[in-house]
C-alpha cells in the first residue's frame, strides 16, 4: 500500500498539507485507474456521443422533429425542472428539522431520506401506482375530483421527487451543521423577523448548497425511466417522457433516433456539472 500510495513530501514552511510523490507502483496504479474509468465511463459516453452525432446537428434535429419527441423532450424539461425546485424549499426544510431539533425518530427520519437511493426506482413506480392507480380507494377519489395522479402526469411528478429527495437535503445539511446559531439569535435579538432572518442571515450561506443539490436533482430527473415507465401510462403526446421515448425508439430497432435524443439529454446532464462543482467548492469554502 505504501508503494501504491507514494512517499509523503512535506510542503515548504508546514503551512499548507504534505502532499505524496508516487513512487512507480503509485504512477502504475494512477493509469490502472484511469484506464477502469475510461472503460467504465468515458468509453460507453463517446460512443453514444459519436453514434447520435454520426447525422450531425440536422441529425439531432431530424430525431427530435420524429412523431412524439419534441413533446416528450418537453415533458421531461418541464417536470424535472418542477420537481428540482420543490426539492430545493421541501428538501431545505427537511434539512433544517433534522439539524435544528432533537426529536424521537429523528434517525427514522433521516434513514427515510436517503431511502431513495436505497431501492430501484422502478419499486418507487409500483408503490405509487399501487396507492394512487384508478383501482385503489385513494386513486379513485382523485380521479372523481378529476386529478388522476396514477399513468397521468402528477404520477410522473410524484415519481421524480421521491427519487430526487435525498439531493438538496443532504447537499444542505453539512453546510447548516457549520453555521453557527448565534448568528440566527443575534438576528433575532435586534429585531429582525423570521423572514428577514431567513433571506438575510441564512440563505446567503446556504445558496450554493440548495443550488448545487437543486441541479443535481434536475440532471438526475432528466434520466429516469424506472418508475416512470411504471407510473406514467406512457401515452404518447401526454405522459410519454424522453427516456421512455428512448427506450421505445430502440425495441424499434431506430437505435441511431434513440442516441440523437439521447444526445440532448446527455448534453443538459453534462452541461450542468460544471455549475454543480462551482457550487459544491463555493458552499465549502464558505465554511472551511
Given at each position: 500500500?505504501?508503494?501504491?500510495?507514494?512517499?509523503?513530501?512535506?510542503?515548504?514552511?508546514?503551512?499548507?498539507?504534505?502532499?505524496?510523490?508516487?513512487?512507480?507502483?503509485?504512477?502504475?496504479?494512477?493509469?490502472?485507474?484511469?484506464?477502469?474509468?475510461?472503460?467504465?465511463?468515458?468509453?460507453?459516453?463517446?460512443?453514444?456521443?459519436?453514434?447520435?452525432?454520426?447525422?450531425?446537428?440536422?441529425?439531432?434535429?431530424?430525431?427530435?422533429?420524429?412523431?412524439?419527441?419534441?413533446?416528450?423532450?418537453?415533458?421531461?424539461?418541464?417536470?424535472?425542472?418542477?420537481?428540482?425546485?420543490?426539492?430545493?424549499?421541501?428538501?431545505?426544510?427537511?434539512?433544517?428539522?433534522?439539524?435544528?431539533?432533537?426529536?424521537?425518530?429523528?434517525?427514522?427520519?433521516?434513514?427515510?431520506?436517503?431511502?431513495?437511493?436505497?431501492?430501484?426506482?422502478?419499486?418507487?413506480?409500483?408503490?405509487?401506482?399501487?396507492?394512487?392507480?384508478?383501482?385503489?380507494?385513494?386513486?379513485?377519489?382523485?380521479?372523481?375530483?378529476?386529478?388522476?395522479?396514477?399513468?397521468?402526469?402528477?404520477?410522473?411528478?410524484?415519481?421524480?421527487?421521491?427519487?430526487?429527495?435525498?439531493?438538496?437535503?443532504?447537499?444542505?445539511?453539512?453546510?447548516?451543521?457549520?453555521?453557527?446559531?448565534?448568528?440566527?439569535?443575534?438576528?433575532?435579538?435586534?429585531?429582525?423577523?423570521?423572514?428577514?432572518?431567513?433571506?438575510?442571515v441564512l440563505l446567503p450561506p446556504l445558496a450554493p448548497a440548495i443550488a448545487g443539490g437543486t441541479l443535481q436533482g434536475f440532471a438526475r430527473a432528466l434520466a429516469e425511466f424506472g418508475s416512470i415507465v411504471v407510473v406514467s401510462?406512457?401515452?404518447?403526446?401526454?405522459?410519454?417522457?424522453?427516456?421512455?421515448?428512448?427506450?421505445?425508439?430502440?425495441?424499434?430497432?431506430?437505435?441511431?433516433?434513440?442516441?440523437?435524443?439521447?444526445?440532448?439529454?446527455?448534453?443538459?446532464?453534462?452541461?450542468?456539472?460544471?455549475?454543480?462543482?462551482?457550487?459544491?467548492?463555493?458552499?465549502?469554502?464558505?465554511?472551511?
Open positions: 500500500m505504501a508503494a501504491l500510495m507514494g512517499t509523503v513530501r512535506p510542503s515548504p514552511g508546514g503551512a499548507s498539507p504534505a502532499v505524496l510523490k508516487p513512487g512507480a507502483a503509485g504512477i502504475a496504479g494512477r493509469g490502472l485507474f484511469a484506464s477502469w474509468l475510461s472503460l467504465l465511463v468515458a468509453l460507453p459516453l463517446a460512443v453514444l456521443a459519436w453514434h447520435g452525432l454520426e447525422g450531425g446537428p440536422s441529425g439531432v434535429l431530424a430525431a427530435l422533429e420524429l412523431p412524439y419527441a419534441w413533446e416528450a423532450l418537453q415533458l421531461t424539461l418541464w417536470t424535472s425542472a418542477v420537481t428540482a425546485i420543490l426539492n430545493a424549499v421541501m428538501g431545505t426544510a427537511t434539512a433544517w428539522v433534522l439539524v435544528r431539533y432533537r426529536f424521537w425518530g429523528r434517525s427514522l427520519l433521516s434513514m427515510l431520506v436517503d431511502l431513495p437511493l436505497a431501492i430501484p426506482t422502478l419499486v418507487a413506480g409500483l408503490m405509487i401506482v399501487n396507492l394512487f392507480g384508478p383501482q385503489t380507494p385513494l386513486g379513485a377519489w382523485c380521479k372523481g375530483l378529476g386529478f388522476p395522479v396514477a399513468f397521468a402526469v402528477p404520477g410522473i411528478v410524484l415519481a421524480l421527487l421521491f427519487i430526487n429527495l435525498p439531493f438538496v437535503v443532504r447537499s444542505v445539511e453539512p453546510v447548516l451543521m457549520d453555521l453557527d446559531p448565534a448568528e440566527e439569535e443575534a438576528a433575532v435579538i435586534l429585531g429582525a423577523r423570521t423572514w428577514t432572518t431567513l433571506r438575510r401510462g406512457n401515452i404518447p403526446g401526454r405522459t410519454l417522457t424522453s427516456p421512455v421515448f428512448i427506450f421505445g425508439e430502440v425495441e424499434a430497432g431506430r437505435t441511431e433516433a434513440a442516441a440523437a435524443v439521447s444526445v440532448v439529454l446527455l448534453a443538459i446532464a453534462i452541461g450542468l456539472q460544471p455549475a454543480v462543482r462551482w457550487l459544491n467548492r463555493l458552499a465549502g469554502a464558505r465554511h472551511v
